[in-house]
């Protein structure tokens, strides 16, 4: 069952912040958090692991509560750049490689 | 420069033409991995491949079938396409275990079947 992703859509203004998250019915062991720019292949943004890791390339903060199996993106001081839609993933079960996206948060920001 | 890439990127076809769309990657990755985009359906895995010679269903692999001869190539074939598998296709390599590591895309294949 796919990871479910709250808000579905958010609108801001460039400079405000913004929450996305993601709620697993099973066990996470790892979380992605990608962007995808309309007609765009996905990009890689962080990875949160358990024990509390985080390896990112930007400067967007998450967290990952493994006992409430959610993670949470943080967008701070919104750029007109973070326009996309953002998708958590994660493997399905541990010892297999299945992998599974979350339904996505389509987030715009205007100047 | 580190690539995933696809081909072809734009496809129109009929129904039951078998066609294959390529996944090539330059990063010595050992995973692999197929998706398809639809609307309101979001990303879903067909199938992926841990090594070569081994790979295996993900959640949406009827209709599909891949193979892993060389490390680099993980082909994505529709033996007999239908109208349901009009879609973006993408494809996907990670150099670890998929836990820590992440997922690099091709640019994606646009797939429409008649």
């Known amino acids: 069952q796919q990871p479910v992703q709250s808000p579905q859509a958010v609108i801001l203004r460039e400079g405000e912040d913004a929450v996305i998250n993601c709620s697993s019915s099973k066990a996470l062991y790892s979380v992605h958090w990608y962007r995808q720019k309309h007609g765009e292949a996905p990009v890689f943004l962080m990875i949160l692991l358990k024990g509390g890791e985080q390896k990112g390339h930007e400067k967007i903060s998450a967290s990952f509560n493994e006992k409430k199996q959610q993670s949470s993106l943080y967008l701070t001081a919104s750029q007109l750049s973070y326009s996309g839609t953002y998708f958590c993933g994660t493997v399905q079960e541990e010892g297999t490689y299945k992998y599974i996206f979350g339904t996505g948060t389509r987030l715009k920001v205007l100047a | 420069e580190a690539q995933v890439t696809q081909n072809p990127r734009y496809l129109i076809t009929v129904t039951g033409k078998k066609l294959t769309v390529t996944c090539s990657q330059n990063?010595?990755?050992?995973?692999m991995s197929w998706y398809r985009q639809d609307p309101g359906l979001g990303l879903r895995q067909i199938y992926y491949?841990?090594?070569?010679?081994?790979?295996d269903k993900g959640d949406v692999p009827e209709g599909y079938k891949v193979s892993r001869k060389e490390k680099r190539n993980f082909p994505l074939i529709l033996e007999s396409p239908s109208p349901n598998q009009t879609s973006l296709y993408f494809c996907a390599s990670s150099a670890r275990r998929l836990h820590t590591g992440e997922l690099f895309f091709g640019e994606g294949s646009r797939l429409t079947v008649l």
């Open positions: 491949s841990m090594n070569v010679e081994v790979t």
């Open positions: 990063m010595n990755h050992e995973y």
